[in-house]
């Protein structure tokens, strides 16, 4: 068995969790209303995808932060144009299970709720959709109804074809005023072309302080051990006081919560500085709930270290690898329901996550960006049969190497 205050935090999976709405039993003392069936079920598909996005991206090395609440919100909104098995397979990877009219409507639930929240809970959280199409594109009247009246992201026009430069610095400047200026470049010079046609984005914001502030006097430089072989010394904060914690052979659960009780950050702490794979590679909504609910208050004296974490990635491959391929394939990929025609494919999921975590507490934003692009799809050459082949010099034609394959074993 291993107590909350046996290790130092040597390596850390960090949850921001809406208490309130988690559907576990990690209950908050100033709970608020339950989200209605709809809504719940919204979270919980929210969950299990943040949870198998998270399995796919853990083999990266170094830090890793993310909004999962974000990314869902992104690619809902692109949901809401898919159709046929894009729409299919996108469902399945994002864990949409309502009904289409239900599930916009409990994100849009969902969101009202966290937003009314946020007001009375003492800290603060700010949501934004935006569409981005190129000017004169013919898009669905009924799709930009739905995004706009669920969603709250209005179409804005922009020149792709002649200014994707532009494009991209209004885009990002928008990110950056509803993340407090925390995430400015979410889009990198020459992600958008001229073949762009849409970009769906979310920027989201969160800050809050402990409910129980670190003293800065505290604070003393204290060896972190990034693995068994190595340790460096960075500032670790320390205080004593009453937390929800639970504990197992091999896993020590540490709940901090921010003012108002109704959000708190979930620290999963190995045993061992080696033992944090173990810890991912079980992580799913069942070990979560069962790790959280057996916590219980009690005296715990907290090392924590300060950090700032900045990560950014392009998630295109990895919800290909999730199931999501004909989203992003030219040519089959089905979002005939915003323009009415099936020749708007995905390019790019950009996302990007900035937290910093310090004595008073946790600041986060991140910023989401999916980039749909029209065009044909690229053609075919598939060398499945005999050939020939030859090696030669492009500038004089000189041919170098001359021969045919019959069998490729040799």
């Known amino acids: 068995m291993m107590s909350c205050t046996q290790h130092q935090p040597t390596v850390m999976i960090l949850m921001l969790s809406l208490l309130s709405t988690a559907g576990g039993p990690a209950a908050s003392a100033a709970r608020a209303e339950r989200p209605t069936r709809e809504v719940a079920q919204v979270i919980a598909g929210n969950t299990r995808f943040a949870l198998d996005l998270y399995g796919r991206l853990r083999d990266r090395d170094g830090n890793l932060a993310l909004s999962p609440y974000g990314i869902s919100t992104a690619l809902a909104m692109t949901y809401a144009g898919a159709r046929g098995e894009t729409a299919r397979q996108m469902a399945d990877v994002l864990h949409f299970d309502l009904p289409r009219e239900d599930l916009h409507a409990a994100f849009a639930g969902m969101m009202a709720a966290d937003r009314a929240a946020a007001e009375a809970g003492g800290y603060e959280?700010?949501?934004?959709?935006?569409?981005?199409?190129?000017?004169?594109?013919?898009?669905?009247?009924?799709?930009?109804?739905?995004?706009?009246?669920?969603?709250?992201?209005?179409?804005?026009?922009?020149?792709?074809?002649?200014?994707?430069?532009?494009?991209?610095?209004a885009i990002n400047a928008w990110v950056a005023e509803h993340t407090a200026d925390q995430v400015?470049?979410?889009?990198?010079?020459?992600?958008?072309?001229?073949?762009?046609?849409?970009?769906?984005?979310?920027?989201?914001?969160?800050?809050?302080?402990?409910?129980?502030?670190?003293?800065?006097?505290?604070?003393?430089?204290?060896?972190?051990?990034?693995n068994a072989e190595q340790q460096v010394d960075v500032p670790m904060m320390w205080q004593a006081g009453q937390f929800r914690c639970g504990w197992f052979e091999d896993l020590a659960v540490l709940e901090l919560p921010y003012d108002g009780d109704r959000l708190?950050?979930?620290?999963?702490?190995?045993?061992?500085?080696?033992?944090?794979?173990?810890?991912?590679?079980?992580?799913?909504?069942?070990?979560?709930?069962?790790?959280?609910?057996?916590?219980?208050?009690?005296?715990?004296?907290?090392?924590?270290?300060?950090?700032?974490?900045d990560t950014r990635f392009n998630l295109a491959d990895t919800l290909q690898a999730l199931g999501m391929t004909e989203a992003f394939a030219g040519g089959r990929a089905d979002f005939s329901g915003m323009t009415g025609r099936r020749e708007l494919f995905l390019s790019l999921v950009i996302h990007q996550a900035r937290i910093e975590v310090d004595e008073a507490g946790t600041e986060a934003a991140a910023g989401t960006g999916v980039v749909l692009k029209r065009g044909s799809p690229p053609p075919d050459f598939t060398a499945d049969h005999p050939f020939l082949f030859l090696v030669r010099d492009r500038q004089t034609g000189a041919i170098l190497f001359l021969g045919r394959v019959m069998d490729p074993r040799g």
């Not at 013919?138 to 709250?152: K, V």
């Not at 129980?212 to 003393?220: D, E, I, K, L, N």
């Not at 794979?277 to 924590?304: C, H």
């Open 264 to 309: 708190a950050m979930v620290i999963l702490l190995p045993a061992d500085a080696g033992g944090l794979a173990a810890v991912e590679e079980s992580l799913a909504p069942q070990s979560l709930e069962r790790w959280l609910g057996a916590g219980r208050t009690q005296p715990v004296r907290v090392t924590l270290p300060r950090f700032q974490l």
């Open 125 to 169: 959280f700010h949501l934004a959709n935006a569409l981005w199409g190129q000017q004169s594109y013919d898009f669905l009247g009924d799709y930009l109804d739905l995004t706009h009246r669920h969603y709250g992201a209005g179409l804005r026009e922009v020149d792709f074809v002649h200014a994707a430069e532009q494009a991209r610095q």
């Open 184 to 226: 400015r470049e979410l889009i990198h010079r020459g992600e958008l072309t001229s073949d762009t046609t849409l970009v769906l984005a979310n920027a989201i914001f969160f800050q809050g302080d402990w409910s129980s502030r670190f003293a800065p006097r505290h604070t003393r430089k204290g060896p972190f051990r990034i």
